[in-house]
C-alpha cells in the first residue's frame, strides 16, 4: 500500500487529483493538507485523512513528507521554503532505509512567457518544448523558474525522484471535494470588473494555451504511476511534462470570455476592450506570449479527450459566478 501526502487537495487541481487517485489507487493511504477545519469531512469524504496545516507549517510539511513514498504539491508553484521543507523530508525517508521515494512538483507554463506585454504575436520568438536541452535553459530568474530550476537540481542528486507537471491555462469542471472552478477566470473578472469590460493588452494577437482539468488530471495519473514504479532511469530533465492541448489568440479568448460574462450581469458589455500593458498593471502577463510544443507527455501515452476552451467557457463562468 503506498503512502502518498497530497498538499493541494482542497484546490481545483489538486481535489481533482485526489479523487481520481483514489479511484486509481483505492488501497493508497492518502494524507492531505489542510489549512480549514471546516473542509475536513469533505476531504475524509473523498478518502484522505486531513493534516492540519498550511504552507507556513515547515515543520509538518517535513514530517509528512518524510513519512511517504510520494509527494503531490498541486497547490504552490512559487514558494522555495515549501520546497525545500518536502524535500528535506524525503531525504530523511531515504536516509531511514525506506526507499527512493517520488516528488511530483506543479509548475505553470508562465515559466516560458516570453516575457512582453504588447498583446503581439511575434513569429520569431522560440518555441519551447519539454524536451531536456530546453528544460536546462530554466533559470531561478524566470516566472516559476525560483523553484523549477533548483528542483531539477535537487532530482540529480537521487535521494528522491522528482517530476514536475507544468499545466497552461486549465479549464473545465473540477470534480474535488472543495474548489470547483479554474482560477483564470477569476483573474480575469477582477479585471473586467474594474474596467466594466473584459480587457485584453494591445491589439490581443498574443498566443496562450489551455488545459481541460480531465485531462490534466489524467496526465497527472499516468506520471504518478511512473513514480510510483520504482526510481527512473531518466534525468529529472526529462521528467518535466508541459501539460497543454489548445492554443488560442488572447483576443479570441477574451471575446468568449466577455460575452459569457455580460450574460451573467457581471459586465455591461459584451464586447472586450483593448487596454495598454500599463493599465493592465500586475496583469500585463496576458500580454505575453507563450509559445510550446510539448512532447513528452504523448511519449508516455497521454491521450487528451477533453473539451474545447470554447465548448466550457460558458459553463465555467456560470459556476464561478454561481458561487460568488
Known amino acids: 500500500m503506498f503512502a502518498i501526502f497530497l498538499i493541494g487537495a482542497t484546490g481545483y487541481i489538486g481535489g481533482s487529483i485526489l479523487v481520481e487517485l483514489k ?20 476531504i475524509r469524504a473523498a478518502g484522505a485523512h486531513p493534516i492540519q496545516g498550511s504552507f507556513d507549517n515547515l515543520d509538518v510539511i517535513e514530517e509528512h513528507a518524510s513519512k511517504a513514498d510520494l509527494v503531490i504539491n498541486a497547490a504552490d ?16 525517508r531515504k536516509e531511514s532505509g525506506a526507499g527512493t ?10 515559466v516560458f512567457l516570453d516575457g512582453g506585454n504588447t498583446g503581439k504575436y511575434n513569429k520569431n520568438l522560440k518555441v519551447w ?35 514536475i507537471i507544468c499545466p497552461t491555462g486549465v479549464h473545465g469542471p473540477g ?7 479554474t482560477a483564470v477566470y477569476k483573474y480575469v473578472l477582477g479585471a473586467s ?8 493588452v494591445g491589439e490581443g494577437s498574443n498566443v496562450t494555451n489551455f488545459v481541460h482539468i480531465d485531462d490534466l488530471v489524467a496526465l ?50 459584451a464586447v472586450p ?8 498593471g500586475m496583469l500585463a502577463l496576458f500580454g505575453s506570449n507563450s509559445l510550446l510544443k510539448p512532447m513528452r507527455a504523448r511519449e508516455i501515452g497521454w491521450e487528451p479527450k477533453g473539451a474545447s476552451l470554447f465548448d466550457t467557457v460558458d459553463s465555467d463562468i456560470k459556476t464561478l459566478v454561481a458561487g460568488m
Open 273 to 280: 476592450k483593448s487596454i495598454t500593458a500599463e493599465e493592465a
Open 175 to 181: 470534480k474535488g471535494p472543495v474548489a470547483k472552478v
Open 77 to 92: 508553484s512559487d514558494t522555495i521554503d515549501l520546497m525545500n521543507a518536502i524535500m528535506r523530508g524525503l531525504k530523511k
Open 101 to 110: 521515494p517520488s516528488y511530483v512538483h506543479t509548475s505553470g507554463s508562465a
Open 220 to 269: 497527472y495519473i499516468k506520471v504518478i504511476s511512473l513514480a510510483l514504479a520504482g526510481p527512473p532511469t531518466t534525468s529529472p530533465y526529462e521528467r518535466y511534462f508541459i501539460a497543454s492541448v489548445e492554443d488560442s489568440t488572447f483576443i479570441e479568448f477574451a471575446n468568449a470570455c466577455a460575452k459569457a460574462f455580460h450574460a451573467t450581469g457581471k459586465v455591461p458589455t
Open 129 to 163: 518544448t519539454d524536451r531536456e536541452e530546453d528544460i536546462k535553459l530554466i533559470t531561478p530568474q524566470m516566472r516559476h523558474g525560483q523553484v523549477d530550476a533548483p528542483l531539477l537540481k535537487a532530482g540529480e542528486e537521487g535521494y528522491a525522484s522528482t517530476y
Open 23 to 42: 479511484n486509481v489507487y483505492p488501497d493508497a493511504s492518502i494524507k492531505a493538507l489542510v489549512r480549514s477545519p471546516s473542509h475536513n469531512d469533505a
Open 193 to 200: 470588473v474594474a474596467a466594466h469590460a473584459v480587457t485584453y
